[in-house]
């Protein structure tokens, strides 16, 4: 009787409700918002070219710093504040897309808390379906014009509600974009962050490449 009574609590919780249980599973003491955070990748690609990247969020200033050395010796520095473009030591890196890579790892490092940021729209309900034939719940969300076109579906585990994994689409009646499986568990600085994330296109299953955390620390 017990065990039927939790599935019922857990059935009706709305979207925002799950959302906010999986922030709390990956932000336990509420840090994200205003805390530092740097976090060491190691990024792989088919083709076997290979990064080390460092990647510095301050959501207390609004600052964002990442240092990048590919494995030809290249390397990529830039910091930003707020919009602003501090440095950039890679003069094929202008500021626009200096502000995308900030952006891109901002907010793949951030989630889920990252849903709570203006212009996030999450769909009311949420679906119990499978992700790569895991049981979970499915969040959709998608993003006023001003701030992203993209359709997004985030898959929270039934009992944690740890993130397992995510899909985005540009056109999803093309079954274009990408999807994101996710394993392990990297913890530091008070985050439990995905420790591995495998990339994927939706229309062919290709392999698009792994990034793993290393380490999450204070800066």
């Known amino acids: 009787m017990l065990l039927h009574t939790v599935v019922m609590v857990v059935a009706t919780l709305s979207a925002q409700e799950l959302l906010d249980r999986s922030i709390a599973y990956h932000d336990p003491h509420g840090q994200f918002e205003s805390g530092a955070f740097q976090i060491a990748l190691s990024e792989s690609r088919p083709n076997g070219a290979d990064r080390k990247t460092s990647v510095t969020i301050d959501n207390g200033?609004?600052?964002?710093?990442?240092?990048?050395?590919?494995?030809?010796?290249?390397?990529?520095?830039l910091v930003t504040r707020g919009d602003e473009v501090e440095t950039n030591s890679d003069a094929d890196l202008p500021d626009d897309r200096a502000l995308r890579t900030r952006n891109y790892y901002a907010y793949l490092y951030g989630l889920p808390m990252k849903l709570r940021d203006p212009g996030t729209k999450l769909a009311p309900d949420a679906k119990e379906t499978t992700f790569r034939d895991q049981k979970a719940w499915e969040l959709k969300v998608t993003y006023d014009e001003?701030?992203?076109?993209?359709t997004w579906y985030f898959y929270l585990d039934p009992t944690t509600y740890a993130l397992i994994g995510y899909r985005f689409y540009h056109d999803e009646s093309k079954?274009?974009?990408?999807?994101?499986?996710?394993?392990?568990?990297?913890q530091g600085a008070g985050l439990r962050l995905p420790k591995i994330r495998n990339w994927y296109r939706h229309a062919d299953e290709g392999h698009l490449g792994t990034d793993t955390i290393v380490s999450i620390k204070e800066p």
């Open 175 to 186: 079954n274009d974009g990408e999807y994101i499986t996710l394993e392990g568990e990297a």
């Open 61 to 77: 200033s609004g600052r964002f710093e990442m240092t990048r050395e590919a494995d030809t010796g290249a390397s990529t520095h």
């Open 146 to 150: 001003s701030v992203g076109q993209d």
